[in-house]
């Protein structure tokens, strides 16, 4: 079983919806969880990190968690063409500070 | 966050042949690491670098393919020695922050003939 595993993409969603990002996670033990985004060609860039059972909100972002379901999601309020990217989901390995990787999620907002 | 760099940003390199890919932070940082994707995958993690000690290589990938160096906390570089096109990839460096997030550098993207 991978340790940290995604929805399968390609994800299309109408400008100004809302996009869901999904990330399933098997290490009970992990604390932190990290979203980031890639543009194509580019390198990825952190855009959220959650740490606490519940939400995070930052802008048009939230984070979902619950350590229980092991189960993290990201959330994009009024998705913008700008929006459109590969979404990771990374989680530390217990007792390391090495992040793992999901597969990615390809999200295109249409106009 | 940190700012990270990586030289060269493309390359195009025999087969047979050794690249070294440079990667400087600008602050002093405890964790680098090197990891590789390959066109549309995700990231694998080939190795943490280790400053003042040898890096610890992730299963399938070994020192002598991809010799790593940390002499201080803020440079690390890799080699991506004896090529094959199979090499051919995006490498990227990371730089630890606090609570175990990872910056990134802009990515070395590598083509083997």
């Not at chain 1, 060609?41 to 619950?66: V, W």
């Not at chain 2, 890919?21 to 690491?33: A, E, H, K, L, N």
């Not at chain 2, 943490?48 to 570089?77: C, H």
């Amino acid at each position: 079983q991978k340790e940290v595993e995604q929805n399968s993409g390609p994800l299309s969603v109408p400008e100004g919806a809302i996009a869901s990002l999904n990330c399933t996670y098997s290490d009970r033990g992990s604390q932190s969880f990290f979203w980031y985004r890639q543009y194509s060609g580019k390198s990825p860039e952190l855009i959220m990190s959650i740490y606490s059972n519940g939400d995070k909100e930052d802008g048009r972002f939230t984070a979902q968690l619950n350590k229980a379901s092991q189960y993290v999601s990201l959330l994009i309020r009024d998705s913008q063409p700008s929006d459109s990217a590969t979404y990771l989901c990374a989680a530390p390995i217990q007792g390391a500070q090495k992040l793992v990787f999901g597969q990615g999620t390809r999200l295109t907002i249409n106009p | 966050s940190a700012v990270i760099s990586q030289k060269p940003s493309r390359d195009i390199c025999q087969r047979g042949t050794s690249l070294t890919i440079q990667c400087q932070v600008d602050s002093q940082v405890t964790m680098m690491f090197w990891y590789r994707q390959q066109p549309g995958q995700s990231l694998t993690l080939i190795a943490t670098a280790n400053q003042g000690s040898e890096a610890t290589y992730e299963s399938g990938f070994v020192i002598d393919k991809f010799p790593i160096s940390r002499p201080n906390l803020t440079f690390s570089t890799l080699t991506v020695s004896n090529m094959s096109p199979e090499d051919s990839s995006i490498y990227l460096c990371s730089a630890s922050g606090a609570r175990e997030t990872q910056y990134f550098g802009p990515g070395t993207r590598l083509l083997v003939l």
